[in-house]
C-alpha cells in the first residue's frame, strides 16, 4: 500500500499546510466570534440595569414597589404608575452608590400624581435616600 493514501483501514493520511492554516484560521474566528458575543451581552445587561428603586412605608416597613434607571443625560422620574397602583403620595427613592456619585449636586425632577419635585443629589461614599 502507498504511503499517504486513504484505505477502508482508516489509516490517517497527512493533511496538507493550506488545510491545517485554513482550520486554524476558522478556529481563531470562531474564538473572536464568541468573544464578541459575549462583550454584546455583557453591554446589553449593564446598559438594562436599574440604578433607582421605589419604596413605600407600611408601618415600619419599607416595601419595594419598583426599579427604575436614571442617567447623567435623563434625570427624569415620572411615578405615576405607582400612584395608579398604590394610591400613595409618599414614596421612598434610593438611588444606588454608583449613579449617586455620577449625579453628586445634579437635580433630579420627579412626577408623583402630577406633581413636579425635584431634588439635589449629595453624594456621601454611599447610596443616596430621597422621601417626598
Known amino acids: 500500500m ?8 482508516n489509516n490517517k493520511t497527512p493533511k496538507d499546510k493550506g488545510t491545517i492554516s485554513i482550520q486554524g484560521l476558522l478556529n481563531i474566528l470562531g474564538l473572536l466570534l464568541a468573544l464578541l458575543a ?3 451581552i455583557i453591554i446589553v445587561l449593564a446598559k438594562r ?3 433607582v428603586k421605589i419604596y413605600i412605608e407600611e408601618g415600619d ?4 414597589i419598583g426599579k427604575e434607571k436614571v442617567t447623567k443625560d435623563n434625570r427624569e422620574l415620572d411615578l405615576n404608575k405607582y400612584y395608579n397602583k398604590y394610591k400613595e403620595d409618599e414614596y421612598k427613592i434610593v438611588l444606588s452608590k454608583s449613579i449617586s456619585k455620577k449625579l453628586d449636586k445634579k437635580t433630579v425632577n420627579l412626577t408623583v400624581h402630577d ?17 417626598t
Open 2 to 9: 502507498v504511503s499517504g493514501t486513504n484505505d477502508n483501514n
Open 38 to 40: 459575549l462583550a454584546f
Open 49 to 51: 440595569r436599574n440604578n
Open 61 to 64: 416597613e419599607k416595601v419595594l
Open 115 to 131: 406633581k413636579k419635585e425635584s431634588f439635589v443629589v449629595d453624594y456621601d461614599s454611599k447610596e443616596y435616600i430621597y422621601r
